[in-house]
């Protein structure tokens, strides 16, 4: 006797085993779409398939027959949202209601096949955006199937890192590594379903990962700029108090404030010390950038782009700055045989993966210059007038010319001692004829004297008796 009930027992709980183990387990999230897999084995061009909802003889949803002819329903509550893709059934839009079991009927046997469409539901609090250092909590909820153990539950952060498990929700403190889409991965019987939350936590767009490198002759953009899915109004939701610009100057650590943006509509900057820097127009497009159209020296530093909240928290992106410059020794005017040395530089040794390229003036051909075209230092021992102009510099990296700064040498001729020698003759030779000159004229003045003389005598006679000698 007991051995018969152990054994019905055995058998009823067979057949329910076998009963609930082709129950198919689909999760969707309300406003997914969701497909109902029909099986494998189904020859779509020999069987008719029915799709109810909840019972055998509930609404008919859909059915297909064997030519590839097919109907849904016209039911309000479906109407437009099923569709059938082969023999399995598609649901746009799930809805709230559509949550239940599904029964896939075919002629060929008349076995059933039953899909449970389980809710999942994703959340994350407090609502985005969020300020760094919020605590964000993620929820993902996963509907069970009565007397049935859970999904398997794991979240992937935005970068599609595996979080850690936990019972409840996750707890994470928002970084600008938490903005983006998490996405909730549910297992249940080796299938993986998944839900996505978008999370917005507010921020800089990143800062160039190099430094910015300008010249005398070169432009300079300082970057600095909201990402595109931020927007002003959020900012100020999240009660902004500042937006500015600070500058720590390379020699010298106190920091300049720039600019501060007035946030006031119109948003417009407010300079303090611009130091020729200009912003870019209409910050309402989200560009902070600070530009200018030649570099200069003082330009090298540290420029702050730094957004100030009133609960402390400040937002800030830093941009390095660089000036490329040459130098000529002993200066930029030679006279020709002179020793020339030029030095381009950053004012500190380049890294490795920084080249330079040295362009002498157009007209000098240096041939014994070739090979040094990527020092740093160039030495022209006896500079000629061939190397008179404009000389360039170019920082490179890779295939990308970074800035270029220039500089304009003069250069004078040297006289040589043939040419002393003709300046010496030919004044020499003046001087002779000027003397020449000098001693014709004083001859000529005394003929004139004599000759006056004697005219006299003979216009004014004297009388005669006085005059004898
Ligand atoms: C901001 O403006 C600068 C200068 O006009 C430009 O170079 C830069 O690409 C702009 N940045 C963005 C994010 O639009
Ligand atoms: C920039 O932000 C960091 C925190 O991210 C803060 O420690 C630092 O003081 C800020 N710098 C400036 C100049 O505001
Ligand atoms: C040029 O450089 C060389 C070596 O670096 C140095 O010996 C020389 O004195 C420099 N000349 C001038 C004019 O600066």
Redesign the pocket.
Same mark, same amino acid.
């Given at each position: 006797m007991r051995n018969v009930i152990q054994s019905a027992v055995l058998l009823l709980a067979a057949a329910l085993v076998s009963k609930t183990g082709a129950v198919e387990v689909i999760y969707a999230q309300v406003g997914e779409t969701a497909t109902l897999k029909a099986p494998g084995d189904i020859n779509i061009q020999k069987e008719y398939v029915y799709w109810h909802f909840e019972k055998e003889d509930g609404l008919q949803l859909a059915w297909r027959n064997n030519m590839g002819g097919s109907l849904t329903t016209s039911d309000e509550a479906w109407k437009g949202r099923l569709s059938l893709s082969g023999a399995s059934l598609v649901i746009k839009d799930v809805q709230q209601n559509d949550f239940g079991t599904f029964l896939l009927k075919r002629t060929g046997d008349s076995r059933l096949t039953t899909y449970k469409l389980l809710k999942l539901t994703v959340s994350a609090k407090p609502p985005s955006p969020l300020l +760094?250092g919020d605590s964000l909590s993620l929820a993902c909820d996963a509907q069970t199937l009565p007397g049935h153990k859970g999904p398997e539950i794991q979240w992937l952060n935005p970068l599609g890192g595996k979080e850690k498990k936990s019972r409840g929700p996750l707890t994470v403190r928002a970084t600008s590594q938490a903005n983006g889409q998490w996405t909730c991965v549910v297992t249940y019987d080796k299938k993986e379903n998944k839900a996505i939350v978008s999370v917005t936590v507010l921020d800089l767009s990143p800062a160039p990962l190099h430094p910015q490198y300008t010249s005398k002759s070169w432009p300079l953009t300082i970057p600095c700029s909201l990402p595109a899915h931020i927007s002003w109004e959020q900012l100020k939701a999240k009660e902004i108090q500042d937006v500015r610009w600070?500058f720590?100057p390379e020699s010298g650590l106190i +920091?300049q404030s720039l600019y501060s943006l007035s946030l006031e509509d119109p948003l417009t900057w407010k300079a303090d010390q611009n130091r020729g820097l200009r912003p870019v127009p209409d910050p309402k497009k989200k560009n902070l950038s600070l530009t200018r159209n030649r570099g200069t020296e003082e330009d090298e530093g540290d420029y702050?782009c730094?957004l100030?909240f009133k609960n402390g928290v *400040?937002?800030?992106r *830093?941009v390095h700055v660089k000036v490329l410059q040459i130098i000529s020794s002993p200066g930029t005017e030679f006279i020709s045989g002179q020793q020339l040395n030029l030095t381009c530089s950053l004012g500190h040794p380049l890294p490795s993966d920084l080249q330079l390229k040295w362009f002498p003036p157009e007209q000098s051909s240096l041939p014994s210059l070739t090979s040094d075209l990527h020092l740093a230092h160039l030495t022209i021992p006896e500079v000629a007038t061939g190397h008179g102009g404009k000389w360039r510099c170019e920082l490179w990296q890779s295939n990308t010319r970074l800035t270029s700064a220039e500089i304009t040498l003069k250069i004078e001729p040297k006289m040589s001692s043939w040419m002393l020698v003709v300046i010496c003759s030919v004044t020499v030779i003046v001087i002779l004829l000027l003397i020449l000159a000098f001693i014709l004229y004083r001859r000529r003045q005394q003929k004139m004297t004599h000759l006056r003389r004697r005219l006299c005598k003979c216009k004014t006679p004297k009388p005669k008796g006085f005059y004898r000698t």
């Open positions: +760094p600070d720590v +920091p702050v730094a100030e *400040t937002l800030n *830093t």
